[in-house]
């Protein structure tokens, strides 16, 4: 299972564009790319996933290169309320009866939104 | 609506004895998840299954147990806690249809543990 690695911080403004970007140079070829939202006190909530090229939905959308060593979370005018981690998370579909087992979330990216 | 519930939501207890944390899903997801999370390390797996009476060891299993005897419901068992278990103990279950990774996870609220 591929680890990731992205920043531990991040600040931004209020209505700014905000982009997180995780690093997973060891993706496999059937590796997804899947990113959570964790506010405080609260479990984390699926935002987007991806397999290669652009994705998005209504709330944020996801970049991936072609050789897929990374990707970019791209938050469109956050406001106060998207104060919260982010996690990136790679792996791949685990059928049943599988050994790996291993679902690594990271630390994550803390975003702070400022006014 | 469909959601995931955890009971308690706080518990103290002390070194030694059993507890037991409850997660109960009502979407009739097949795969079911426990993670615990902690200051500088992000969530990590502890246990997790496919299905009914299917479990499995995830990153950090050892002083922990789950047993699934139907679709709802995947409690967690710390034999004899510890006060390296005190933690906030997150339950998430899937579809299962795709896998566990390009299964959307949906999580319950969290149970904070503390043990004195």
């Known amino acids: 299972l591929a680890k990731t690695t992205q920043p531990i911080s991040m600040d931004s403004y209020e209505g700014q564009e905000v982009n997180i970007t995780c690093s997973h140079n060891n993706i496999a070829t059937n590796d997804y790319i899947t990113w959570y939202q964790q506010f405080p006190s609260q479990g984390p909530r699926f935002i987007i996933q991806g397999y290669k090229t652009k994705v998005t939905n209504e709330v944020a959308s996801l970049f991936i290169p072609a050789d897929r060593k990374s990707s970019t979370l791209s938050l469109p005018r956050v406001s106060l309320s998207d104060t919260a981690v982010y996690y990136c998370?790679?792996?791949?579909?685990?059928?049943?009866?599988?050994?790996?087992?291993?679902?690594?979330f990271g630390r994550g990216t803390q975003l702070t939104v400022w006014p | 609506d469909a959601e995931i519930t955890q009971s308690p939501r706080h518990k103290i207890t002390e070194t030694g004895r059993q507890v037991t944390l409850a997660c109960h899903q009502t979407?009739?997801?097949?795969?079911m998840f426990w993670y615990r999370q902690d200051l500088g390390h992000g969530l990590r797996l502890i246990h997790y299954s496919y299905g009914v009476h299917d479990t499995n060891k995830g990153e950090v299993s050892d002083g922990y147990s789950v047993s699934r005897s139907n679709t709802e419901d995947l409690p967690l068992t710390l034999e004899s806690a510890a006060s390296s278990q005190t933690s906030v103990y997150f339950c998430?279950?899937?579809?299962?249809?795709?896998?566990?990774?390009?299964?959307?996870?949906?999580f319950g609220p969290g149970t904070r543990l503390t043990v004195l």
């Open positions: 979407w009739n997801h097949n795969n």
């Open positions: 998430a279950s899937s579809e299962g249809e795709g896998g566990i990774m390009t299964d959307t996870q949906y």
């Open positions: 998370l790679v792996g791949d579909g685990y059928t049943r009866g599988s050994t790996l087992g291993r679902l690594y």
